[in-house]
């Protein structure tokens, strides 16, 4: 790449954090706070100091999103801020293209890692509970008792593990002569971008309450 001062080709910004798992009702400010700092302010952050660096270059910019930044399901903090991740890299990259950059997406459906297991995300989601009110509570731990508890398990243990698919797609994003604005991996996440997201709303609202039973 030469020296710094001819600027940097990539710039990656591969922070994500999962968050709690609870109806709206019984999530805090402070739950939504943390994920929204890592996986979008952080990476704004990021981005706007590097941009001179990147432009420089005349290089590329690769975001991690996920499917869930294009339909909003289960993992709320989350999806809201994926769906902030989708929108500042749409606007970035209309503003950067004419400087020569690329801004690309990776949107991964789910994949197995050592991060985060069902049962993490359960105690999560017990630990949001635990700090509402006596109504929201039963109504809440009916679900994690019952549905919500079978429900994450199967998401979790079903998981892709084929996380070389996910770095396929940072390697191209990165080398190839023409990148692709967005990277759409694995068969979950082709089903939802390229079927329920083209549904209308109560089809696809149907769709997530029949596979989930927890709303």
């Known amino acids: 790449m030469g020296d710094i001062g001819d600027g940097i080709w990539a710039l990656v ?48 910019i690769v975001n991690i999103s996920s ?6 399901f289960l993992f709320t903090p989350f999806s809201v801020s994926k769906f902030g991740v989708e929108a500042f890299s749409d606007v970035l990259r ?8 690329n801004v690309s997406i990776i949107e991964p459906g789910s994949v197995q890692t050592s991060e985060v297991g069902a049962e993490s995300v359960l105690h999560r989601a017990q630990e949001a509970t635990g700090k509402s009110d006596s109504e929201t509570k039963v109504r809440h731990n009916t679900h994690i008792a019952g549905p919500l508890k079978h429900r994450l398990f199967y998401f979790f243990e079903n998981r892709s ?11 191209h994003a990165i080398t190839a002569q ?16 390229q079927s329920l997201c083209h549904l209308p709303d109560f ?13």
């Open 13 to 60: 910004n591969n922070a994500s954090a999962l968050g709690s798992i609870a109806h709206a009702d019984a999530l805090t400010k402070d739950d939504f706070e943390r994920v929204l700092d890592v996986n979008l302010l952080g990476m704004v952050d990021t981005t706007r100091a590097f941009l001179p660096l990147v432009r420089k270059a005349r290089g590329r």
């Open 67 to 72: 499917v869930n930044g294009r339909l909003g």
């Open 94 to 101: 209309q503003e950067v293209y004419r400087q020569g950059i």
């Open 161 to 171: 593990s084929n996380v070389g698919s996910v770095i396929d797609a940072y390697t």
């Open 178 to 193: 023409v990148p692709r604005t967005r990277y759409v991996i694995g068969w979950d996440a082709k089903f939802i971008t």
């Open 203 to 215: 089809l696809t609202d149907a769709v997530i309450r029949a596979s989930m039973r927890t709303f």
